[in-house]
């Protein structure tokens, strides 16, 4: 069955009166790219004042970017390959995902390796839940629980297809990742509630 993008956004949310869904604010947004940009320097590496604008902050549309989100500054994107640097600020979860066939691709292979901190990395196989946490309230949606503990230097390579979601705690994490094309809005996350861009309310 071909994969249907408009799906995602069928799932029905609850909202406060004056909520936006899925949303950031511009100024949320500049501040978290901003202390991406910082951490992504601290670690090493050198990046313009023109590329830390353009650090994309994702929330999902989860409207709890603390929590659930992750920082992306996007160095390389062709047709064939792409290569990003990561910030993922303190206590900061990327939901678990995987990333699917796309017509002909059999879907993205990635490697992630990390620069500065410790990532809890977590993929399918035994439960070595151990150092990480789930998110609270959202524990049913991280169901892979094989734990890497993964400081700088190491690195682990994913096929297409396989779950996995990662965490930072006390510190944040600077990594890389290097993989084929990535086509981000097909990418599928266990929870139902999320949306992959993210929209910016202006004005605010
Ligand atoms: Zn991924």
Redesign the pocket.
């Known amino acids: 069955m071909p994969y249907n993008p408009l799906k995602r956004h069928s799932g029905l949310r609850l909202l406060q009166p004056g909520q936006a869904i899925g949303m950031i604010t511009r100024k949320q947004q500049e501040r978290a790219s901003q202390q991406a940009a910082e951490m992504m320097r601290r670690a090493g590496i050198f990046i313009t004042g023109r590329e830390a604008h353009g650090i994309e902050v994702v929330d999902f549309g989860l409207s709890r970017l603390e929590q659930e989100g992750v920082q992306v500054l996007t160095l390389v994107q062709t047709e064939r390959i792409s290569v990003k640097a990561l910030a993922l600020f303190p206590n900061q979860t990327?939901p678990e995902?995987?990333?699917p066939p796309v017509g002909s691709d059999p879907g993205?292979e990635?490697t992630i390796r990390v620069i500065s901190g410790t990532l809890y990395f977590y993929v399918p196989g035994e439960n070595t839940f151990r150092e990480g946490f789930l998110v609270n309230g959202k524990e049913h949606c991280y169901t892979v629980r094989h734990e890497h503990v993964m400081r700088p230097g190491d690195q682990i390579t994913?096929a297409p297809g396989v779950k996995?979601w990662f965490q930072a705690r006390d510190e944040g994490v600077v990594m890389f990742?290097f993989s084929t094309v990535a086509r981000d809005v097909m990418?599928q996350f266990t929870d139902k509630d999320v949306v992959r861009t993210t929209k910016i309310a202006e004005g605010r």
């Open positions: 990327e995902h995987w990333h993205k990635e994913l996995h990742s990418d």
